[in-house]
Antibody, heavy 116, light 105 residues
Framework: QMQLQESGPGLVKPTQSLFLTCSVT?????????WIWIRQSQGKHLEWMGY???????FYNPSLKSPISITRETSKNQFFLQLNSVTTEDTAMYYC?????????WGQGVMVTVSS | DTVLTQSPALAVSPGERVSISCRAS??????MHWYQQKPGQQPKLLIY???NLASGVPARFSGSGSGTDFTLTIDPVEADDTATYFC????????FGAGTKLELK
């Protein structure tokens, strides 16, 4: 059974960078699916941030105000989210998930607070 | 972006039938999906591509619709169904509705 687990700092200062890890077990990230980052603000609004295909292509949400980067480490079966120059608006629960039109496997999420 | 509009809240009694609607600002074919989210948990896929039941989801849940109007139906509603339900489209870049909070009387 595939499982995803997010990890990262719970608190980040404004203007700093945020780096999150999604560790995948039970399925190789190079074998299929698209691998996506989604965040949910305290108002419960869900927003996709970007995704990486199993072949390594990346696609990012053009509506995001801050630049992001999604990378991966195939030897560890992990993919990553980097969000630069964070602001308080980036405070949210961050989820990694699988994407194939719909999101069928989700991690439990990691709460990130941006505050000085 | 394709905007998805959901009613904010519904209250029903256990054993009743409830329909949760989602309207898209433009046609999304059948590329509409539904999720259930309970407090403190990640969203869980219920229905994909308008009417397909996700693995392990009880048959009390069903989905219908195409184009711009979609419905998630729960029949009969059980106490454990208290949650927020989100729709999501993937005809264009994915977007989510704001969610419908289902409460039981």
């Amino acid at each position: 059974q595939m499982q995803l687990q997010e990890s990262g700092p719970g608190l980040v200062k404004p203007t700093q960078s945020l780096f999150l890890t999604c560790s995948v077990t039970g399925f190789s990230i190079t074998s299929g699916y698209y691998w996506i980052w989604i965040r949910q603000s305290q108002g419960k609004h869900l927003e996709w941030m970007g995704y990486m295909t199993y072949s390594g292509e990346t696609f990012y949400n053009p509506s995001l105000k801050s630049p992001i980067s999604i990378t991966r480490e195939t030897s560890k079966n992990q993919f990553f989210l980097q969000l630069n120059s964070v602001t308080t608006e980036d405070t949210a629960m961050y989820y990694c998930a699988t994407y194939r039109d719909y999101f069928d496997y989700w991690g439990q999420g990691v709460m990130v607070t941006v505050s000085s | 972006d394709t905007v998805l509009t959901q009613s904010p809240a519904l209250a029903v009694s256990p054993g009743e039938r409830v329909s949760i609607s989602c309207r898209a600002s433009e046609g999304v074919n059948s590329y509409m999906h539904w999720y259930q989210q309970k407090p403190g948990q990640q969203p869980k896929l219920l229905i994909y591509k308008a009417s397909n039941l996700a693995s392990g989801v009880p048959a009390r849940f069903s989905g219908s619709g195409s184009g711009t109007d979609f419905t998630l139906t729960i029949d009969p509603v059980e106490a454990d169904d208290t949650a927020t339900y989100f729709c999501q489209q993937s005809w264009n870049d994915p977007t989510f509705g704001a969610g419908t909070k289902l409460e039981l009387k």
